[in-house]
């Protein structure tokens, strides 16, 4: 699930159980003397510990094993094509996938989530700054050359996009009040036209506050690959966006000039904005129809999400335009 927050945030929560501390240790390698659980994650657990032989490392749990595996796969894919252009990631140490539940280990990276470095609190004049800096890590990232890498295209290939869309928002749509199976039926229709003969690009899948590494006032870490895939080039820009709107909406207005002109798109561009909110509502549609496998509540709470996201951008005449001059250019 999105925003899982497999970083070192760490916890004052309580010390492990036996068992748990015996878990740790077999991912480990080694008998493991302190253990801090992050102080956030959903369905992933995550815990930077330290072995009675000195080293720390963060032992992530997984959900599901198909997720550890993707996750893993990317990451050594990336590894090499992402040190060429100074984004590090952490390097993995150590995986159990035949275990239950699967599990990785990693190396520390240097700094902390930039939330836990900000206090859990993005209103202030820092975070604006590390907003254009992650406008600059994104528009790196999106240069990473794809000629080779096996990750998942269905978000470059906007035909694909709308059939598969199609068949999420049929399981849901009985859930969801009529207007709001209005908007997303129109989004989808205009998805091939609005997205057509566009590039595909490496996009993280998870591009946000939380899975970015700050130190020293820099970024020093891109986590969680769980999501990557080939993708729109808007596809990181649009959920970073909604990541700050949904769960930080005070401090949007500040920080999304700075990351969008870092990025090198135009705010102003209508077509710019028609496409972030198309992406926008469609990945939460798409987190809604994986929803029931994370859990008792979760797909709830995702619809509810989902309605949310709607009502931020309703599919107005204004956005219709959008799509006519899209399909000019």
């Given amino acids: 699930m999105p925003h899982n927050r497999p970083a070192v945030a760490r916890s004052s929560g309580p010390e492990p159980t036996p068992g748990d501390r015996a878990e740790l240790s077999r991912a480990a390698g080694a008998p493991v003397i302190r253990a801090e659980r992050a102080a956030w994650g959903f369905s992933n657990r995550t815990d930077l510990v330290t072995t009675a032989d000195g080293r720390r490392l963060v032992i992530q749990r997984y959900h599901r094993r198909r997720d550890a595996e993707h996750r893993l796969s990317a990451m050594r894919q990336l590894a090499p094509l992402l040190a060429e252009r100074d984004i590090r990631i952490p390097t993995i140490v150590a995986t159990s996938l035949d275990a239950q539940p699967p599990s ?4 520390v990276l240097p700094g902390e989530p930039l939330p836990v470095l900000l206090g859990f609190d993005l209103t202030g004049s820092d975070f604006p700054v590390i907003a254009a800096e992650m406008g600059r890590l994104l ?12 990750l998942p295209r269905l978000w470059a290939n906007p035909t694909r996009l709308a059939a598969r869309a199609s068949a ?9 009040p009529s207007a709001e199976t209005a908007v997303l039926h129109r989004l989808i229709l205009e998805l091939p036209d ?38 729109d080039p808007l596809f990181d820009v649009a959920w970073w966006g909604w990541l700050v709107r949904f769960h930080h909406p005070d ?43 994370r859990g008792a509540g979760v ?14 951008a309703p599919w107005t005449e204004w956005a219709r335009r959008c799509v006519s001059s899209a399909r000019r250019r």
């Avoid at 990785?104 to 190396?107: K, R, V």
């Avoid at 970015?212 to 870490?221: F, K, P, Q, T, Y």
């Avoid at 309605?307 to 931020?312: N, Q």
């Fill in 104 to 107: 990785a280990t990693f190396e």
């Fill in 139 to 150: 528009a790196q990232l999106a240069s990473t050359p794809t000629h080779g890498v096996h």
């Fill in 168 to 176: 999420w928002l049929e399981v849901i749509a009985a859930d969801l």
């Fill in 194 to 231: 609005l997205f057509e003969a566009r590039p595909g690009v490496v996009a993280h899948g998870d591009f946000g506050p939380a899975n970015v590494l700050v130190a020293d006032g820099r970024i020093s870490g891109l986590l969680d690959w769980e999501f990557a895939r080939l993708a």
């Fill in 251 to 293: 401090v949007l207005g500040a920080a999304w000039p700075a990351f969008l002109s870092a990025r090198g798109f135009d705010g102003g561009d209508p077509l710019v904005a028609a496409r972030i909110f198309s992406l926008q509502a469609l990945r939460v549609l798409e987190v809604v129809n994986d929803a029931p496998a």
């Fill in 299 to 312: 797909r709830d709470d995702w619809i509810r999400r989902l309605s949310t996201t709607l009502a931020w």
